[in-house]
Structures are given as C-alpha cells and as structure tokens.
C-alpha cells in the first residue's frame, strides 16, 4: 500500500521545513487529466466474501439512493468472480451470480449513480499466476460479452490488488492482455487499471500502463498501516492499539507521495484514481476522522477521483445497525 495526503497552509509551511526538497515536490502542481469519478464509495463486505451476505452486508437499493442523496456520484462494487467460476475452460460464471451483479450495475444507474465491478481476492492467482492467467482470461471473456451494451455508468476494473507472484512487469503483461479482451465488446468504457504490490503506488510509479484513451490510473493507500489496521481482528498479526497520527511529518509523508501520483498521472495523461482509502472502525473516531479528511481533501486537490473503503462494514461510515451515517465520517468525506 501507499501514503497520501494535504494539509492546512500552517502545517504546509512546517512540512516544508523539514522536508527540503521532497516538499518542493509536493508544492509542484501537475496537470492530472480529469478523471470521470468523482467522489465514490466502496461496497465493501457484500460480493467480495464468498457468497453475499457472508460478512454482513446485502446490498440494497436504499443504499444506492442514500448514497448519491449523500453527495456520491459513484459506488465500487467488488466482486470475487473466482468464487462464482469453474474450473476448467470455458470457466463458466454462475449465471446467477452474474445477473446479479447486473441487477446491481441497473439499480445503481437507476439511483444516478457510476458504478465500478471489479475482479476481487483471485488470490490463486496471486499464489499460482502460471495456473491461473488463463482461468483469468476466460473470466473475463464472460464479464466484456455480458455488460456490452451496458449502461455508461458502468466502469470496468481489471484486477484488485495485485500481489505475492504478480509483479509490476507481469502485471503490466496481464493488463494488456485484459483490456484487449474487454476492447473488443467496450470500445469507449472507462477501464481502471492498477499494479502490483497490493496496488500501491510505489508500484504503480514503476509500471507501463497500456496505451489507450480511456483508462484510470489507480492505486489504494492504508498507509500509515499500523495506524489505519491497529487492532483490526483480520490482521495477522494485528497491530498494536494506541498509534496516533496527526504530526507535522505525517502530513508531509502524505503529501509527496499525492505529488508523486500526480507527476505519474501527469506523464503518462491518464485521471488517476484513488481506488481505496480508510481507517479500521475501532480507531478512535476523531482520528479516523482528521486521517480521512486529509487523504480525501488533497485528492481533490490534486484532482484524483477517490472511492472510500468502505460504506457499512469494518472501515464503515454508515452504522447498519442504527441506519445511519457516522455523521463525523460523512462530513470527512463529502463537507467541503
């Protein structure tokens, strides 16, 4: 994972101070091309697990309406499409699964919202990427047939997080080759493409995204991670509690690696995407709050699009079981 982001002009200054020349950097102001999602929200915990519902959340059509009432304009649905799939060619997608990921693609763009359906946890194919790039092919032959003639709302994602075995050289192979497949059915869909390293943007800033006019730069930042994953149960092990974040430094940290982005996002003329960021729901909420505030204010800043992880389950920033909003979470992400 990565670093990311701003500041009040106060702590600019101190940042300045001792950062030297990194925080030169992070002044300069790059043309970063627009990117068509702005303001966006993960539906963590629903189709990622391996069946809906499995870790605690069913999407719903009132979450969609709440969340473009709330001042979204876009969600991410993850989904574990290796769960859903056979294992051997044609690698046949359970077609009730993929209609239902499909009602969801139409409820969100009845509610006037983008939605991004992605490829999540392929973790075989992480481990075993020799055994698995073809199974991943024919996945996606599936997924580019099924959604032609989708709605324009609907935004493809190659590949979640790729990590262990998949490096940045193989990533940038298997990216190619993906998006020549969803090409031939989705000519002019936006597609998102990211690298290796769990998606960080280190990574990212070594990869040779593929040469095409309609794709979004991603990366996902958690970082710093033992104070974003402090005492989070799925962590192995979990980091201690008590971490704090807030310093001058802190801010600093964040703020090169957005210039850093950006300067990539740059060069190679393409919207970068800040595809997850968040904070583990049992942080102290002021702090999940100010960490929240800055990596989302400094994307805008910088002009990425940025979709928070996540909407109701262990990052949450709506309460499922009250029904409603972590007030002080919405107001860090949408308030200006």
């Not at 059509?61 to 969340?67: K, S």
Request: with cysteine; proline share 6%; hydrophobic share 45%.
């Amino acid at each position: 994972m990565i670093r990311l982001l701003v500041f009040p002009i106060a702590m600019l200054a101190l940042a300045a101070c001792s950062k030297g020349d990194a925080s030169a950097q992070a002044d300069m102001v790059y043309d970063v091309p627009a990117s068509p999602i702005d303001r966006c929200i993960n539906l963590g915990g629903a189709l990622e697990a391996p069946n809906e519902g499995d870790w605690g959340y069913t999407v719903r059509v009132e979450d969609l309406e709440r969340i473009k009432a709330a001042g979204f304009d876009t969600v991410r649905l993850p989904v574990k499409w290796s769960a859903h799939a056979g294992q051997s060619a044609p690698y046949e997608i359970d077609p009730a699964f993929l209609a239902r990921v499909k009602d969801i693609v139409a409820e969100a763009d009845a509610a006037g919202l983008k939605i991004i359906v992605d490829l999540h946890h392929y973790n075989e194919l992480m481990a075993f990427p020799d055994a698995h790039e073809a199974r991943l092919r024919g996945i996606w032959r599936q997924l580019s047939e099924a959604f032609e003639g989708a709605p324009d709302n609907l935004i493809l994602e190659l590949l979640n997080e790729p990590n262990d075995k998949m490096s940045v050289k193989r990533t940038d192979r298997i990216n190619q080759e993906l998006l020549d497949i969803v090409r031939e059915h989705h000519p002019d869909r936006w597609v998102i493409v990211g690298s290796a390293g769990w998606g960080g943007l280190d990574a990212l800033l070594k990869s040779k995204p593929p040469e095409d006019d309609r794709i979004i730069l991603t990366f996902h930042t958690y970082e710093p991670y033992d104070f974003t994953h402090q005492g989070a149960f799925f962590a192995d092990p979990p980091p201690p509690v008590g971490t704090r974040w807030g310093t001058p430094n802190d801010y600093a940290v964040m703020e090169d690696a957005a210039a850093r982005a950006a300067k990539f996002a740059s060069r190679e003329g393409h919207p970068m995407f800040l595809g997850e960021f968040g904070v583990y729901e049992e942080v102290p909420l002021a702090l999940r709050v100010s960490w929240t505030r800055a990596i989302r204010e400094i994307a805008e800043e910088r002009g990425f699009g940025w979709c928070y992880w996540d909407y109701a389950t262990t990052f949450k920033a709506y309460n499922l079981d009250r029904e409603t909003w972590v007030h002080s979470m919405l107001s860090a992400l949408i308030e200006d």
